[in-house]
Each structure stands twice: as C-alpha cells, then as structure tokens.
C-alpha cells in the first residue's frame, strides 16, 4: 500500500540546521509532486510549497525563502526538507504530503531550544 | 493570500445527528481551466490530515459517503450526514486554485 514514512522527532538549538526525510513506497516516486507543510503546536497548517519529484524543480511559499530547501533522492524515493539556522518559530511539526494531499506521512516534530 | 474562514470553529454532536462545516472564501476559487480547487481535509487526534473530499464534491477513495462536500465561487460547504465516533477531530478546507495554498482555521467536532 501507498506510505509516506518521515524520519523521527528532532530536537535542536538555535542556529543549528536539521534535514528531515520522506521515504515513499507502494507508489512511482516521480509520479506525484511532493508538498512541504507545517503545523505549530495546536495551530492550522501552513503550506511551505513542493517540489516537483520529476524534475526537481521547487517552489517555496514566501515565508520559507531563504533558509528553508527542498531537495531528492530519486533512486531511493525520498524527498527532504532541509532547514539552516532554525529559529524558535521553527518549533513544529512537519508534514510531507504526495499530490493533492492524497496521501501524508506521519509528521516529524522538531523542537528549538537552547 | 486567500483567506479561508471556516465556520463554526468547533461542533458538538451526538451519535446520529447530520451536521454542516463552513468555509468562505475572500475571492473565488474557481480556475480559469475549470475546476475548483477546494478540498477537505480530516486530522484526528494525534495523526496526520487525512483526505475526505477534493474538488468540491468528489470522495476520496475510502471515505465513508456519510461525507459529502459542496459549493461554488467562495461558499462551500462539508456535511457528515450521521456523525459517528470516528469523525471526532479537526476539519480544514484548503484551497489549491490560487498560489500560495491556504487552509482554513479549522473546525473542531467533539462527540457528545
């Protein structure tokens, strides 16, 4: 069956980076795009942008410019989220999700704290 | 950005009754290619959002048709016709027509 498995809960300082994984199975990788999004704690959730398991094109919504990349392991269908300098806003859990939110994985939690 | 307001922000309802979440949106989500992107989304307590309704009207694959979406322009609506124990959770609608994808607040339904 289709999964979406993420790497395990994170927990960081600030200034400090972290890179999340997405491994997808029962599916062909390059098949559907993959969707970024975050939920802070007891909030809606935000959408970071894709990125396009094709061809690797991203895009990022405007509040995660800069220090916030996407990025693939094609041959091992994984997908990654990569965030630099994590601040204490960062603190959430992070979702990936393949196509139109068909399918998602189980969400990582990363906690910044000094 | 596109505004979505969900309506109400919780629910509580009893094994049984039907119930009816709103989401408005702050311009039409209606495509130039024809479809309109609004989809409803399901997060139960401590799990990942779930898929119930894309496009408007169309059920995912899986869903219970107890679930039913519907609307146009910027009015839509999700009805769960005989609410039962396992549709406790938040609800969100999300809108995919125009960049950046937004989501509701969300509606909290709690059983009684």
């Known amino acids: 069956q289709i999964q979406l498995v993420q790497s395990g809960p994170e927990v960081k300082k600030p200034g400090e980076s972290v890179k999340i994984s997405c491994k997808a199975s029962g599916y062909t990788f390059t098949q559907a795009g993959m969707q970024w999004l975050k939920q802070a704690q007891g909030k809606s959730l935000k959408w970071m942008g894709w990125?396009?398991?094709?061809?690797?094109?991203?895009t990022y919504a405007a509040d995660f410019t800069g220090r916030f990349v996407f990025s693939l392991e094609t041959s091992a269908s994984t997908a990654y989220l990569q965030i630099t300098n994590l601040k204490n806003e960062d603190m959430a859990t992070y979702f990936c999700?393949?196509?139109?939110?068909?399918?998602w994985g189980q969400g990582v939690m990363v906690t910044v704290s000094s | 950005d596109v505004v979505l307001t969900q309506t109400p922000p919780t629910l509580s309802a009893t094994i049984g009754q039907s119930v009816s979440i709103s989401c408005r949106s702050s311009?039409?989500?209606?495509?130039?290619?024809?479809?309109?992107?609004l989809h409803w989304l399901l997060q139960r307590p401590g799990q990942s959002p779930q898929l119930l309704i894309y496009?408007?009207?169309r059920l995912e694959s899986g869903v219970p048709n107890r679930f039913s979406g519907s609307g146009s322009g910027t009015d839509f609506t999700l009805k769960i016709s005989g609410v039962e124990a396992e549709d406790l959770g938040v609800y969100y609608c999300v809108q995919g027509t125009h960049a950046p994808l937004t989501f509701g607040s969300g509606t909290k339904l709690e059983i009684k």
């Open positions: 990125i396009n398991t094709n061809t690797g094109k991203t």
């Open positions: 999700a393949s196509g139109d939110f068909d399918y």
């Open positions: 496009l408007v009207s």
């Open positions: 311009q039409s989500l209606l495509h130039s290619n024809g479809n309109t992107y």
